[in-house]
C-alpha cells in the first residue's frame, strides 16, 4: 500500500459508510470496513468477501466492530449504549468483539477497531477497573490474531485517553485518531490531543466537524472535509511530523450527497499530500 493511501470508511451490508459500489465508482484502494452482521462472518461468506475485495483491488486495513443498537441520538444515550461501557451489554458484545477479530483474521485484516464508550474518567472507579479487564480480553485475543486493537477518539481527552491505555498494558493496543470527533465530543482540540497521543496512532479517519452548530443540527453531524474546524491541512501536518504512513481513510456519516463529499474530500486529501510528502 502507497504511504497515505486515500481510502474510505465503508460496509457491505446497511452498516455505517460508503456502499461497496460506491467505493469502486470512487476508485479508492483502501478502506475501513464496518464488520457485518453474523449472518456475513461466516467462514464461507467470509471468503466471499476477502475474494470480492480482492478483485477489486481494495485493501482492508481495519475492521471496524459497530452494534445494531448502538445509539448515537444524543451524548447521554452515547454513554448508555455504545461500545463495550455499558454493563449490561458488555459481555455479549465482548464475545461478538472477540468474533469479529476472528472474521478480520479470516479476511487477513490485522487491526480492528471500535468506539470503546465513555470510560469513566476516575481510574479508582470499580467499572474503570472493568472495562479496562474486558480490553485487555479484546487485545489479547487480537494479539493470537497477530492484530492491534485500535481506539476511536473522541469520547474522552487525551490525557484520560493516555491513562486508559497506561491501564490496559498491552502491546497491540493502538488509537484511530480521528480529529472531528474531539470537536462533536468536546473532547480538545484535536492538533493538541494528536500532540499527546501520536506515538499510538495506527490509523486515522479524516473527517471534519463544525463547533458552532445550526439550529436544530443534530450534536453528531460532521462536515465536509476541509469545510469545518479541524484544519485538515495542519493535521497532515502534525501527521507528516509524527512519522504516520498508513492510509488517509475519509469518513463522511451524515450527508445528501455523501459520494460528491467524498470526491472533494479525496482530491482535498490527494492536493495536500502532494504538498507535503512531494
Same mark, same amino acid.
Request: aromatic content about 8%; hydrophobic content about 35%; overall charge negative.
Given at each position: ?108 485484516? #490485522? %487491526?480492528?477497531?471500535?468506539? +470503546?464508550?465513555?470510560? /469513566?474518567?476516575?481510574?479508582?472507579? $470499580?467499572?474503570?477497573?472493568?472495562? &479496562? ?74 473527517? #471534519? %466537524?463544525?463547533?458552532?452548530? +445550526?439550529?436544530?443540527? /443534530?450534536?453528531?453531524?460532521?462536515? $465536509?472535509?476541509?469545510?469545518?474546524? &479541524? ?48
Amino acid at each position: 500500500m502507497d504511504k497515505w493511501a486515500t481510502g474510505i470508511f465503508t460496509s457491505i451490508d446497511e452498516g455505517l459508510g460508503a456502499g461497496l459500489d460506491s467505493v469502486k465508482e470512487l476508485g479508492v484502494s483502501t478502506v475501513h470496513l464496518h464488520a457485518p452482521g453474523s449472518e456475513l462472518r461466516s467462514k464461507e461468506k467470509t471468503a466471499e468477501i476477502k475474494e470480492q475485495f480482492a478483485e477489486s483491488e481494495i485493501e482492508i486495513s481495519v475492521v471496524f466492530v459497530g452494534f445494531p443498537d448502538d445509539d448515537y441520538s444524543t451524548t447521554d444515550v452515547v454513554k448508555q449504549t455504545v461500545g463495550l461501557v455499558p454493563k449490561d451489554r458488555r459481555e455479549q458484545r465482548l464475545a461478538e468483539t472477540l468474533d469479529i477479530s476472528g472474521f478480520a483474521y479470516g479476511l487477513g485484516v #490485522d %487491526a480492528i477497531g471500535m468506539h +470503546l464508550g465513555f470510560v /469513566p474518567q476516575d481510574p479508582t472507579d $470499580p467499572d474503570f477497573s472493568a472495562v &479496562v479487564e474486558v480490553t485487555r480480553k479484546v487485545c489479547d485475543r487480537c494479539l493470537e490474531f497477530g492484530q492491534h486493537f485500535h481506539l476511536e477518539t473522541g469520547q474522552e481527552t487525551a490525557s484520560e485517553l493516555l491513562t486508559f491505555i497506561d491501564a490496559v498494558d498491552r502491546k497491540n493496543i493502538a488509537v484511530n485518531f480521528d480529529p472531528a470527533n474531539m470537536i462533536l465530543y468536546g473532547a480538545g482540540e484535536p492538533l493538541e490531543a494528536l500532540d499527546l497521543v501520536g506515538r499510538h496512532v495506527r490509523s486515522v479517519h479524516c473527517k #471534519d %466537524a463544525a463547533k458552532k452548530r +445550526l439550529a436544530g443540527q /443534530p450534536w453528531y453531524e460532521d462536515a $465536509p472535509l476541509g469545510e469545518g474546524d &479541524v484544519d485538515i491541512r495542519a493535521f497532515l501536518l502534525k501527521l507528516h511530523d509524527l512519522g504516520y504512513e498508513g492510509p488517509l481513510t475519509i469518513e463522511r456519516e451524515y450527508s445528501p450527497n455523501q459520494v460528491g463529499d467524498i470526491k472533494k474530500a479525496l482530491q482535498l486529501l490527494e492536493d495536500l499530500r502532494k504538498e507535503i510528502r512531494g
